[in-house]
């Protein structure tokens, strides 16, 4: 029992000194490059380092606190949960619901066959299984730190409903094209032997043990990506001219949207990465709306996760998903360009 | 009394499939069983035990993990369990 105590107050306490030493991280890193380094202010590199040394330590606390209460939240669910609540559901309710579930079920697309599987098994429509692996990746906790960090809670909050909507409609109209057939012959084949038991309720103490064992695998995994992004950000806030980019990618050009989402889709990288340097391509000029269009496409549609999704679906199949999902990216990303500025 | 045990490891070739291959060999040894540890890849065979998150670990036709790579004491503990 005293073990049990011992981990929730260990959490409140380490709460009050993240808070701390969040609200004067500024002051911390002010302090570093003036004082301690006794940098000259205004120059390019002092303004390069002060916003490196400020941004790392913001993204990986922001990182930290963020997965940590995903990682406890994500205990509550499963995909076997997830799967039994999707069952016999209509299709808009369906589509709806794994949209939203897509973002708190513990998710990696290393998974997605053996999770398509399931579904299909269990006979859940292939639109509504679509619309959970549409928003499983692209709204995903990390993404969400780093926006919150970097543009503030309100474009965070833009991009999970524009991501849900666009998991929702996909998925309906993946549905509404009867597209079953497209899908490997052996699929439907398939029949597990045995189904599995019901899995242990775990104690608020292995919760909270299981939120930091997630910290410490994703933060242990993509600080690189953090430290490279940022880095590669830094030195563009103190080098490149404001309004660089305004040009080709900035302007009110029809073509930036599909352009950048082209440019996405092969790229491979988690929003650890990509967001940093998105959040200088908004500065050097880029509008809001390619910007998001772009990261959407980058973490949402990946060679990867289709060259995985290939063992279950034939090529057309693929090739109205990616489109259906591009097509989406795109009128979320006209729609910030034209009728949104913020 | 002797246990013929079969361990299998249910996984397409991700890298957490191959740590907990690695862990569950690992605890094998540290254990001193005379198991084999069989890798499966193949998908079809891999639906067969209804898991939907990989890397999962079978244990005599019974999965007993998935979605999740133990520490090497905690796998050890499964394996005697399961015995």
Request: glycine content about 8%; some cysteine; overall charge positive.
């Amino acid at each position: 029992m005293s073990r049990i105590k011992n981990k929730i107050v260990l959490v409140l306490l380490l709460i009050p000194i993240w808070i701390v030493v969040y609200k004067y991280l500024q002051e911390i890193s002010d302090f570093i490059v003036f004082r301690i380094f006794q940098m000259p202010p205004e120059k390019h590199l002092t303004e390069t380092l002060r916003f490196f040394i400020y941004e790392v330590p913001k993204v990986i606390m922001l990182l930290v606190l963020i997965i940590f209460f995903v990682g406890i939240i994500r205990t509550y669910f499963s995909p076997e949960k997830t799967r039994k609540a999707l069952e016999g559901k209509s299709l808009f309710a369906g589509n709806v619901m794994a949209s939203l579930l897509g973002i708190v079920t513990p998710f990696c697309s290393c998974s997605a066959i053996p999770l398509f599987l399931g579904f299909v098994e269990a006979g859940i429509p292939l639109g509504v299984t679509f619309s959970f692996l549409i928003a499983a990746p692209m709204i995903n906790e990390v993404a969400l730190v780093l926006l919150i960090g970097l543009f503030g809670w309100k474009v965070a909050l833009i991009y999970v409903l524009t991501g849900l909507t666009i998991a929702i409609m996909a998925g309906f109209i993946l549905e509404k094209l009867k597209l079953t057939r497209y899908v490997a012959d052996w699929v439907y084949k398939t029949h597990s032997k045995q189904t599995l038991e019901e899995e242990e309720s775990m104690t608020f103490n292995q919760r909270i043990s299981a939120g930091g064992e997630v910290v410490k695998e994703i933060v242990g995994k993509i600080w690189i990506y953090i430290l490279l992004g940022i880095a590669v950000g830094a030195g563009a806030h103190g080098f490149v001219p404001d309004e660089y980019l305004a040009g080709a990618l900035g302007s009110q050009n029809w073509y930036s949207v599909p352009l950048a989402i082209l440019v996405g889709i092969p790229l491979y990288s988690n929003a650890a990465g990509i967001i940093p340097i998105v959040s200088v391509l908004i500065e050097k000029g880029v509008t809001l709306g390619t910007a998001l269009a772009f990261m959407m496409s980058v973490i949402g549609l990946s060679l990867p996760e289709i060259i995985i999704l290939k063992k279950v679906l034939k090529w057309q199949l693929i090739g109205v998903f990616v489109g259906v999902v591009a097509l989406g990216i795109v009128i979320v990303g006209l729609i910030f360009n034209y009728i949104i500025f913020i | 009394m002797i246990n013929i045990m079969e361990i299998k490891v249910l996984g397409t070739g991700c890298a957490r499939c191959k740590s907990l291959e690695k862990v569950t060999t690992k605890a094998v040894g540290e254990l001193n069983l005379d198991v084999t540890v069989v890798k499966v890849e193949d998908i079809q065979k891999i639906m067969e035990y209804a898991v939907m998150r990989t890397p999962a670990l079978v244990i005599n036709e019974k999965v007993v993990l998935s979605g999740q790579v133990p520490k090497v004491n905690e796998l050890k503990e499964i394996l005697t369990n399961n015995l």
